[in-house]
């Protein structure tokens, strides 16, 4: 479980790598996550640092291609949103760890990756992020009791079709500019702060607005009143 650093050749993966020390996965690596059930688990405190520029973090995008970020882990992808697919269909497992994603080409038409219709993203445990730059959601986050997720991306979007639950005693913190489309479902009974905030198509820019609105149905405690 030695520290490892790859610079170049392939690292096929079919099943599951599991990190218990720091890595870094160089530029001239290609590392590929092969078929529906390639995952990936960060163990607690373990740094990994995937530089692949095409990288397609979830595999087939099936449910078990499952992403598991544990507890003081970061996952640091840097890639060309061009050729990379960040487009996470999987199952994301944030166990108190980081997931971030940021894009090397400037040049690129797409400036966003996503957490598409199908991700489950599940956070039983306080401490987790998402981080990078800008965000779409899709899918489904789950925040469970006692657990705690801070969204610190360059934006984040909730688009129609995200479903968020954020239980009792849990909370959920954007940071940064936020933008919710009708339909968008927030909803549970733990906290929810949602960033600065523009809502529907509106455009409403305060915070408080999203509790008056029908673009956001959240029946718990806005961080922000």
Known sequence: ????????GTIANSG?????????????????MNGNSASITVNDGVTVGI??????????????????????AH??????????????????????????ISNTNGASVRNYWGIDSKTVVNVPDPGSELDGDHLKI???????????????????????SADINVAAGAM???NGPSSYETGALIEGDGTFDPGTATIGVDAMDTEDAIWATASVNYAGTSANN
């Open 1 to 8: 479980d030695s520290q490892f650093t790859s610079t170049d």
């Open 172 to 174: 959920l913190t954007v």
């Open 75 to 100: 996952l640091d992808l840097n890639v060309d949103f061009a050729t990379a697919d960040v487009s996470i269909d999987g199952t994301v497992n944030l166990n108190g760890g980081e997931l971030k």
């Open 16 to 32: 599951t790598v599991i990190f218990n020390n720091t890595a870094t996965i160089g530029e001239g690596t290609d590392f590929q």
């Open 138 to 160: 899709f899918g489904t986050i789950g925040v469970n009791a006692a657990a705690t997720l801070r969204i610190h991306t360059t934006s984040t979007a909730f688009l129609s």
């Open 51 to 72: 530089n692949d520029a095409d990288f397609n973090l979830d595999g087939a995008g099936d449910s078990n291609n499952v992403i598991t970020v544990n507890d003081g």
